[in-house]
């Protein structure tokens, strides 16, 4: 199953025929069929009622699937199915990665406002901020929504995600505060387009320093290093996960959800991130940076936390 059929899910959370669903998404009527079938024979995630599927019972409350159909088989998918090719060969991991996927996957979420995430923003009074690897601009969207006061930046690495952005801030009628540009955190001296130290208060990242752990981790602490070198003092708000795979975690059974996204990031040449607040913590240190407070939770089989980091 590829990104067409993950597209069609939001659709099936009512029963929908083939026909229309082919029709919709332009895509083959016959082979749609034919793949739908296969979903509802060999999976628990459809169900057959007449000429028309619908998601399972037990998948319709699941939250965000057409997100996580989106990441899990549009985005990863093509690295998990070559993961022999990647176990040989791990440097095809990294291009196996469809950022466009991932981009449409960000594109569609529509966060419960306020998100905890400005909650927290606000609580630490931030009024500028720099979003690293902003997505679709989400998180930039709903500050200046929520805030008149509000100046944002954004930088992603993604052409796509960045037109997304953009498109978004404009019909949101927010060009003039918020700005978005295209730049790799990894290669900060490069991005010119970047606000001045003394225009933002703070800086935020979320998923995106997961990234960076392939190997040792060593590029991890270096992205951490230059933005401390670009700007000293500032607080960096990370919001993260804590991974598990290849750790010495007890297999509890309860976060699947992390193990699928820990196995995407492997052989997309990610790396897993560290497993708690010590791990953390010490990549901060060895960037020396200070790690002032981590807020924590666990959602949908995800040990998530939000760390606030002063570079
Ligand atoms: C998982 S998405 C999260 C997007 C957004 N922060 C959110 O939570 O909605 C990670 C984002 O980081 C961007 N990204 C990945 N590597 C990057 C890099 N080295 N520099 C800048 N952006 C990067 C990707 O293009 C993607 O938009």
Same mark, same amino acid.
């Given at each position: 199953?590829?990104? !067409? ?9 009512? /029963? ?9 998404? /332009?895509? &083959? ?7 739908? &079938? ?5 999976t628990g995630l ?13 998948c319709?409350?699941y939250h965000r699937v057409?997100f996580h159909l989106e990441k899990f088989l549009g985005a990863y998918g093509?690295a998990v199915a070559?993961t022999?090719?990647v176990l040989? &060969?791990?440097?095809?991991g990294?291009?196996?990665r469809?950022? %466009? /996927?991932?981009?449409?996957a ?11 995430? !400005? ?16 997505? !679709?601009?989400?998180? #930039?969207?709903?500050?200046?929504? /929520? &805030?008149?006061?509000?100046? $944002? ?12 952005? %953009? ?12 700005? +978005?540009? #295209? $730049?790799? +955190?990894? !290669? ?19 998923s995106?320093?997961n990234e960076?752990f392939a ?6 602490? $270096? ?17 993260d996960y804590y991974g598990r795979l290849t750790h010495d975690s007890p297999a509890d059974g309860s976060h699947g959800h992390t193990l699928a996204q820990d196995l995407a990031q492997v052989l997309s040449g990610q790396g897993v991130p560290p497993l708690d607040?010590?791990g953390w913590? $010490? ?7 200070? #790690?002032?407070?981590?807020?924590e939770g666990d959602n949908d089989g995800v040990a998530w936390f939000?760390? +606030?980091?002063?570079?």
């Open positions: 199953m590829g990104a !067409a059929p993950a597209r069609c899910a939001p659709r099936l959370e009512a /029963a929908a025929e083939v026909r229309d669903l082919a029709e919709e998404f /332009a895509l &083959d009527e016959q082979i749609l069929s034919a793949v739908l &079938d296969y979903v509802c024979r060999t459809l169900i057959r009622e007449d000429r028309c599927y619908r998601l399972a019972k037990a319709r409350p057409a093509p070559r022999d090719e040989q &060969d791990p440097g095809t990294p291009a196996l469809d950022l %466009n /996927a991932l981009a449409r960000f594109g569609q979420l529509q966060p419960h406002t306020p998100s905890l995430t !400005a909650q927290v923003l606000q609580a630490w009074d931030v009024t500028s901020l720099l979003d690293l690897g902003c997505g !679709a601009g989400t998180l #930039l969207i709903e500050l200046a929504s /929520a &805030d008149p006061r509000f100046q $944002g930046y954004g930088a992603d690495a993604g052409q796509d995600m960045v037109r997304v952005a %953009n498109d978004r801030i404009h019909r949101a009628g927010l060009g003039h505060r918020l700005q +978005v540009v #295209l $730049g790799d +955190v990894r !290669a900060l001296g490069e991005l010119t387009a970047l606000p001045a130290s003394e225009d933002v208060q703070a800086l935020h990242g979320r995106i320093m960076f190997g040792d981790g060593s590029s991890a602490i $270096g992205v951490l290093a230059g933005l401390k070198a670009r700007f000293p003092g500032r607080l960096l708000f990370l919001e607040l010590p913590a $010490g990549v901060y240190q060895e960037a020396d940076c200070t #790690l002032v407070k981590a807020y939000i760390h +606030v980091v002063a570079l």
